[in-house]
């Protein structure tokens, strides 16, 4: 399985024939310009954790005209259905087994609310179970004791956690997240896009290295493979 780092909170997951797009915001992100080209990324489905425009900006454009699903909440799904998109609704506890393998949309402590005002659902995460790897896509959240629930059902071979603080947790909960959902291998994500949330590269390295655990950092465009 490869994850590839697009910038802001935006991956793309690729296995086997599967592409995945995770919360696409390339064309608004100041950091990407022209590294990423939405036409490239041609995914098969799109997941979304909730409705701020750095997460869905660029849904509808990489989506038109092709046979892509979108999967997020039940409000999400259905303000996407109406401008007749493909797309499967879902809500927190809930699973689904989808061709390329299984989704469970799990809580996250944040909001969810349109560019325009619309209700948004409330916010989540997901864990994939996919070419057998479990991998948990908090979304933007606050370090929460419903992400202790995760390593009751799952064996976690990668979290995907919000580092940059002020709108979702920073790194020190990002620490105690790694261990309440009991996986020491994490990719951050939600930083440095906007002067708010900004980090100190290193120094976040060095606290999840001083707690036992691995912070990998990817470079927008670059790829690690579980
Ligand atoms: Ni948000
Ligand atoms: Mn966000």
């Given at each position: 399985m490869e994850i590839t780092f697009l910038g802001h909170a935006s991956l793309s997951v690729k296995f086997d024939s599967h592409t995945l797009l995770v919360d696409p915001f390339i064309?608004?992100?100041?950091?990407v310009k022209d590294a990423?080209?939405?036409?490239?990324?041609?995914?098969?489905f799109i997941l979304l954790t909730h409705a701020h425009q750095d997460h869905v900006l660029d849904v509808e454009e990489i989506a038109s005209g092709t046979n892509c699903k979108i999967i997020s909440n039940y409000e999400i799904a259905m303000y996407f259905q109406e401008k007749g998109f493909e797309v499967h609704p879902m809500n927190h506890g809930g699973s689904w087994s989808f061709p390329f393998g299984k989704l469970k949309y799990v809580q996250a402590v944040h909001t969810s609310s349109f560019a325009d005002g619309t209700y948004g659902g409330q916010p989540g995460g997901f864990v994939l179970s996919a070419a057998g790897k479990n991998i948990y896509i908090?979304?933007?959240?606050?370090?929460?004791?419903?992400?202790?629930?995760?390593p009751k059902q799952f064996v976690l071979d990668l979290a995907i956690l919000?580092?940059?603080?002020?709108?979702t947790m920073g790194i020190e909960d990002a620490v105690h997240a790694s261990d309440f959902v009991e996986c020491s291998k994490v990719l951050g994500y939600h930083?440095?896009?906007?002067g708010y949330i900004e980090i100190d590269h290193k120094l976040a390295k060095e606290t999840f290295k001083k707690a036992g655990k691995e912070l990998h950092l990817l470079g927008i465009g670059e790829s690690m493979t579980i």
């Open positions: 064309t608004g992100n100041p950091m990423i080209k939405l036409k490239d990324l041609k995914p098969d908090a979304g933007d959240t606050a370090l929460t004791m419903d992400m202790k629930l995760i919000p580092i940059g603080d002020n709108f930083y440095d896009t906007f």
